[in-house]
């Protein structure tokens, strides 16, 4: 059943300045082997306006923490708990973790309110249709035009992320487009109903340098031009220098640390964005594994007690470090920034 919260029952969304906020919010998965915490427990705040990034190793989850959001994680085998707040500008705040999961309300919200691009755009284009097409349908889904106001409005869209020839190309199949075009493609799709947030998982990844750089010079402009908030996952502490202005770095289902990138650049407090930042000296190439750490994540199913970098931490110190799970704390005196080891709280 849909919750609606008013802001005056809401005391953490009394700023007007947060968009989405995460509370304690988990997807599990209860397998045969046993329980993947995917997602245990982030607690986040997004402000409008604001490009978050949010980095970390492979399995950290980082896909599954936006697919959550989105809802659209594989529930039921996804176990979702937690609050998933979506403060809109007219005061209202509503739990898109209490819709059920194939609600029309939660379907109104995503692509209208929230739009997405994956890292491969094959996979949310069909084949079978031309991109003009499918980018009409996505507008026409949400609001009540005629096809020919639809058909201009995609076109003025195509030329907006920089497709040349967009009435021609509006009737090209994503196969007949190269991958920078379907991309940009994929990007007018997300961004067709001018949505508030949009979250993009990987979108560069598998493109080549100079796309790259044309593709997120892209989203900013777009971001500016459409008072857009993004959150944008990558490998590629690169593409959080160039276009972010927080960052989030998970580890196994958490955040470690978080606050605006120039703070978390300039002055790492965990041991493991330390790592994450050594391992790509000159900020250039994106991590898959880090040599300067010893060991690799966990297992999925491993439950560690205390702290889950406990195992690869050369700070780690006997009976604290794992004994109980540090929170996520305010560094004193530094704003946003917040980080969560024991070796950084401030001893009272
Ligand atoms: N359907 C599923 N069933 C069980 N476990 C899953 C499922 N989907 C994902 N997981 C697990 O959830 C965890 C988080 O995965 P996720 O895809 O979010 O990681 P990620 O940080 O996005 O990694 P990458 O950088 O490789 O994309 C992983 O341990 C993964 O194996
Ligand atoms: S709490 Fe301990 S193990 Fe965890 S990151 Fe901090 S020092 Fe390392
Ligand atoms: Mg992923």
Known sequence: MMTQIMNQNSPAATSTDVLLELRDLKTHFHTHDG???AVDGVNLKLNRGRILGIVGESGCGKTMLTRTVMRIAPEPAAKISGDILWHRPDGQTTNLAQYPVHSKSLRNIRGKEIGMIFQEPMSSFSPIHTIGNQITEALRTHYRISKKEAKERVINMLYQVGIPKPSERYEAYPFEL?????????????????PTLLIADEPTTALDVTVEASIL???????????????IITHDLGVIAKLADDVAVMYLGNIVEQGPVSQIFDNPQHPYTQALLTSMP???????????IQGSVPG??????????????????????????PALLPIPDAGEHLVRCFMR???V
């Open 217 to 231: 010079k892209l989203m900013k402009s777009l971001q500016v031009q459409l008072n857009m908030t993004i959150m």
């Open 345 to 347: 709280e401030e001893v």
């Open 282 to 292: 000159r900020i250039k190439t994106a991590f898959k594994r880090l040599e300067t």
């Open 35 to 37: 329980i993947v915490r």
């Open 178 to 194: 190269s991958g920078g075009m379907r991309q940009r493609a994929m990007i007018a799709m997300a961004l067709i109903c001018e």
């Open 300 to 325: 999925p199913y491993e439950v560690l007690p205390g702290c889950p970098f406990a195992p690869r931490c050369a700070e780690a110190v006997d009976h604290i470090c794992t004994a109980a799970m």
